[in-house]
C-alpha cells in the first residue's frame, strides 16, 4: 500500500506539475508564453504537437546563458592564461596586444582591433593538445573570480536559464548551446552549468591537425580560425552538425539574429526569445548601442516577428545561479 | 499474477538476452569479440564498465554500413541526377567530365580525376537550398536500381551491422556515422536504414549561404568543399562535433585509419573493428588494390592494435539487408 500511495504521488506529481519548473522566473506575460508554448507542442492531442526527435531547442551562451560584461568571459581566460604564461616567459609578450594583454589592460586591448585579439586568443588557446587547453580551461574556473560579482565564472549562469534549459529538457527536448564562444573553451563547464553534454555544443573553432606525436595521436590546436559560430553562420552550423531546424531558439543580441530567424521561419509551433539586459541594479543594461552583445535588429524587428522579449529587470526573479 | 508474470518474463527475456541480437553475425570469433567487449563495458560490476554518456560508437558508412562497389553510390546519384538535368537541358553537359556523366561513362569520368568529379558534384549538389537537395536524394533513392544487384541502394546496407548498431544502441550506446559521404546526402536515408538520426551523421560537407530570398530564409548548397570527413578529418571532426572520444569505431579501408587509431588509443576499454571485403561470391573481394574503399595499412596494423578484422565471408551469414 506504501509504495502504491508513493506511485500515485509520483504519477500526480508529473501530471499536474506540482512542482515548479520555472522557480526563478516572475509570473510575467513571459513565463507564460514559454509554458504555453510548451503545452502546446507535448500534447499528444493538439494539432501543434511536435514529436519529441523534433523538439530541438538552441541557445546562444554569451549573454544568454551566463554573462557577458565587462567583456566576453573566454576573453578574460585568454588574457589571464596569457599573463600565466608571460609569469615564466616574459618574452612572450612581443607585441603591442600581446603587451596589453599581459598588462590585463582591455581598453588598450580593444583599441588593438580584431588582429591584437586573435593573437592573444593565439597565445593562449593553440599550439597544445585539446587536452592540455581544456586542462587550462577547468584549472582557471576552479581560481578565477570576477571583477564585479566576485563569483566564480561558471557561478555566472543565469538562473533561469538553467531552469529553462531543465524544463524543456524534462519536456522531451534536445538542448543545444550555439555560441559564438570556443566549442573546446565551453564544452569544459557546459556539461555541469546547463546539463548540455559536449556534443549538443556548437560554437566557433579554430583549426587542428592530427598526427602521432611519439606513439601517440593527438590534436592539436592550431592558430588560425576555421569557422566562425555567430550571425549566419550559427543557422549554417545548425543545419552542418545537428541537420534539423530549431522548434526554440534564444538569444541576446543581433549575432543571434539569423539563429532566430531560422528558427522561426520554419512550418508549425516554433518559439523565438531575446533575453533584453535591463537590469542595471542585478547586472548590467545593455542593447543597441553596447559594444558587446549589441542588440538592435532583434529589439526592432523581435516583436512582430513574434518573438518573446525577455525583460530580465521585469520577468527574472533572479539574476545568476551563483547569487541571489 | 498475469501482469506479474509477464513482467518477470520481461525481466528475464532482458537479463539473459534470450532473443539473440546478432543474427546475421556466423558464431565465429567476430561475434564473441564484439559481444564480450559489450559485456565488459556495460557490467557495472566490472572495472571496465562504461557510464552510459561515454558510450559513443562511431562507424564509417561506404562499404562499412552499406556497399560502396562498383563506385560510391553517392557518385551514382550525382551521375543519374545530371542526366535528369541534362535531358531538360542538353546543353549543360559542357565539359569533359559533364559529358562522360550525362553519358554514364564512369571508367571516362575516373579518368578525369578529382576535379572532373567536383564538377560532376557541383552540377548536382549545389545550387539549391538543402531541402530541394534531399528532396532530390529522396526520389532517386525510391526508383534508383544497383547495377548488379538490382536493389534499391538503401536496401544495400549490410544486414550484419544494421544489426550491431541496433544491439550498440540497445546496450546503451550512442551511435554515429562518421563517413567521407556528404552530409545532407546521407540524412535523407541514415534514420530509417540505420537508426541514426541526422544529428549524428557526421560528412564531408559543402560550403553552404545563408540569405532571406523573398522574405524566407534559405540556405543554399554553394559549389565548394569545405571539410572533406576523411582520414585524419575524421579524428578531428569527432573531436569537433561530439567532443569526446569514441569508445568503438568501425570502418573498411585506410580512410578510417585515424579515426580508429583515435578511438583506440584512449584509456580503457576501446574497440576498433574492420569490414574486410572477403566475399566474392555475395559481394566484391577486394582491399590492398581496390581503387575504392583502399585497404592495407589496417589489414597490417590493424591485428597488432587489437582491432578486429571482420571476415565478410566467413563472419557474417547474410550480407545485404534487401538480399538473402
Redesign the interface.
Known amino acids: 500500500m506504501r509504495l502504491f500511495s508513493l506511485a500515485f504521488a509520483a504519477c500526480l506529481s508529473a501530471s499536474v506539475g506540482l512542482a515548479d519548473p520555472l522557480p526563478s522566473w516572475n509570473e510575467t506575460q513571459a513565463r507564460d508564453r514559454i509554458v504555453a508554448f510548451v503545452d502546446s507542442v507535448t500534447d499528444p492531442e493538439a494539432d501543434t504537437y511536435v514529436t519529441p526527435?523534433d523538439r530541438?531547442a538552441v541557445f546562444d551562451n554569451d549573454g544568454t546563458l551566463w554573462g557577458e560584461q565587462p567583456v566576453y568571459f573566454q576573453l578574460i581566460f585568454a588574457v589571464e592564461a596569457f599573463q600565466e604564461m608571460v609569469k615564466a616567459d616574459p618574452s612572450l609578450a612581443n607585441t603591442d596586444a600581446l603587451k596589453a594583454a599581459a598588462a590585463g589592460d582591455y581598453a588598450a586591448l580593444a583599441e588593438g582591433g580584431k588582429e591584437g585579439l586573435v593573437e592573444v586568443l593565439a597565445a593562449s588557446h593553440t599550439g597544445m593538445s585539446?587536452e592540455a587547453f581544456q586542462e587550462s580551461v577547468a584549472a582557471w574556473l576552479a581560481e578565477a573570480r570576477h571583477p564585479d560579482t566576485g563569483l566564480g565564472y561558471d557561478r555566472m549562469t543565469y538562473q533561469p536559464m538553467v531552469e529553462l534549459l531543465r524544463y524543456l529538457r524534462d519536456e522531451g527536448f534536445?538542448t543545444y548551446i550555439v555560441s559564438g564562444g570556443g566549442?573546446?573553451f565551453m564544452?569544459v563547464f557546459a556539461e555541469e552549468a546547463y546539463g548540455i553534454?559536449?556534443?549538443q555544443?556548437i560554437g566557433t573553432?579554430l583549426e587542428?591537425?592530427?598526427?602521432?606525436v611519439d606513439g601517440?595521436?593527438v590534436?592539436t590546436k592550431e592558430p588560425a580560425l576555421a569557422f566562425v559560430d555567430d550571425k549566419?553562420g550559427k543557422?549554417?552550423n545548425i543545419?552542418?552538425?545537428?541537420?534539423?531546424r530549431p522548434i526554440f531558439a534564444g538569444g541576446n543580441s543581433d549575432g543571434d539574429f539569423?539563429m532566430l530567424?531560422?528558427t522561426t521561419?520554419g512550418e508549425g509551433p516554433r518559439f523565438g526569445m531575446i533575453v533584453h539586459h535591463t537590469d542595471a541594479e542585478r547586472e548590467v543594461a545593455y542593447d543597441c548601442d553596447s559594444h558587446i552583445g549589441r542588440l538592435c535588429d532583434g529589439l526592432e524587428q523581435g516583436p512582430e516577428l513574434g518573438w518573446l522579449i525577455v525583460d530580465m529587470a521585469e520577468d527574472w526573479a533572479r539574476i545568476f545561479t551563483g547569487a541571489r
Not at 208 to 212: D, L, M, P, Q, R
Open positions: 526527435s530541438i585539446v534536445k566549442i573546446h564544452r553534454p559536449p556534443e555544443v573553432y587542428s591537425s592530427y598526427a602521432v601517440v595521436p590534436i549566419e543557422a549554417i543545419d552542418r552538425i545537428i541537420g534539423k539569423a530567424q531560422w521561419a
